[in-house]
């Protein structure tokens, strides 16, 4: 049940305003792109998985009162390890970008929708109506058992002495028979030299 | 342009108010990702909380790490806040990892004074963090299935000279 998510395939980056956009000069108030990937090649229950939101602004005005929410974690199936579904900055200077890191574990194993999060910032002072923009998703992820990951990903060690010591007996049981009578014939032989 | 753009910035800065004076950071914790198989990079996570006079909230902290400055996310409450990047686990080196956090007029004077090629030093960070990264754990070097095997070869050549000197 290999499930690798590959981080950069899925940069499916939704664009955060409606109007009709140009090139990047042509943007004077603040625009946000939002990516949200995973840090993880596995995502196993009860084992943490590495969240990361890059948001970047590529408008040329300030982005201010910028929240971040990501509901896709809820408290009965996720516990946050670290990191906050809500994340907020007072401001993101034009052409620049933030990052925030939240690591949660899964508490259920099973398929699961990764959907994205949702951003609101006011583009520019002057605007009062607030912007609302969704960031990428990875979509459906399996989250693995945590036996089925160990079974696959453990050292094993454990395992590998328990066979070596049930292993031992077809080998030793043997091996003391041959030697025990090995060294009666021996004995035998040198007697016999001996009397000879 | 440039001038006008920047003055807006600073209108815009000084709008906002929101600076964090006498700022008393407590609760840091730092937190890296370490195991190899399960991340494809290795995160760094610090959180703390802060309180300013004047109760003030969500107010910027930079955080500096190898010259790089990074800035600080808020929760809910505005009142935690947290310091995150990441890098690929291969750059990742094990080894002691320190985080300055300033506070916006802190990091500004740290900028300015970066800008102007002047000493560094005087302008004091809030607080540094230092914590220990032990690398990403790679399991262990010799494989057990591996031990086992030989072990067992060696059993199986030591039974074949026996017999070879038996039937020899």
Not at chain 1, 42 to 70: F, R, W
Request: hydrophobic share 40%; aromatic share 12%.
């Amino acid at each position: 049940m290999k499930f690798v998510i590959l981080l950069l395939s899925v940069f499916l980056i939704n664009y955060v305003h409606s109007d009709a956009v140009n090139t990047n000069e042509d943007l004077e108030d603040a625009r946000l792109l939002v990516a949200k990937n995973v840090l993880n090649n596995y995502v196993v229950e009860g084992l943490n998985l590495t969240i990361k939101y890059n948001i970047y602004n590529i408008g040329n005005s300030p982005a201010l009162n910028v929240k971040l929410v990501d509901e896709n974690f809820p408290a009965e199936y996720f516990e946050y390890a670290t990191g906050f579904n809500v994340a907020q900055w007072a401001r993101i200077p034009p052409q620049s970008n933030v990052t925030h890191i939240a690591v949660v574990s899964p508490k259920l194993p099973g398929l699961f929708n990764i959907t994205s999060a949702t951003v609101t910032y006011l583009p520019s002072e002057k605007a009062t109506k607030v912007q609302t923009g969704y960031s990428s998703e990875l979509g459906e992820v399996y989250i693995q058992r945590l036996r089925d990951y160990n079974r696959r990903f453990a050292s094993h060690t454990i395992d590998w002495i328990l066979f070596v010591v049930m292993a031992a007996p077809s080998i030793v049981i043997p091996y003391l028979l041959w030697s025990s009578s090995n060294s009666k014939y021996e004995k035998l032989e040198k007697s016999g030299k001996k009397s000879n | 342009m440039q001038k006008i753009f920047l003055g807006l910035l600073l209108l815009v800065a000084s709008a906002l108010g929101q600076q964090c004076s006498q700022a008393k950071i407590t609760d840091v914790k730092a937190t890296t990702s370490e195991n190899l198989k399960l991340n494809t990079e290795t995160a760094y996570v610090v959180t703390f909380k802060a309180q300013c006079a004047g109760n003030a909230r969500n107010v910027p902290f930079y955080g500096e790490v190898n010259g790089n400055f990074l800035a600080s996310s808020a929760d809910a409450s505005g009142e935690t806040y947290e310091i995150s990047w990441s890098q690929p686990i291969e750059k990742a080196t094990s080894g002691q990892i320190s985080v300055r956090i300033f506070d916006e007029e802190n990091y500004n004077a740290y900028r300015k004074a970066q800008r102007s090629n002047g000493d560094l030093s005087k302008v004091k960070e809030l607080q540094t963090v230092t914590f220990y990264h032990q690398g990403s754990y790679k399991g262990p070097s010799v494989q057990s299935e591996l031990l086992v095997t030989v072990l067992f070869g060696v059993v199986f050549y030591f039974a074949q000279t026996i017999r070879n000197k038996i039937q020899a």
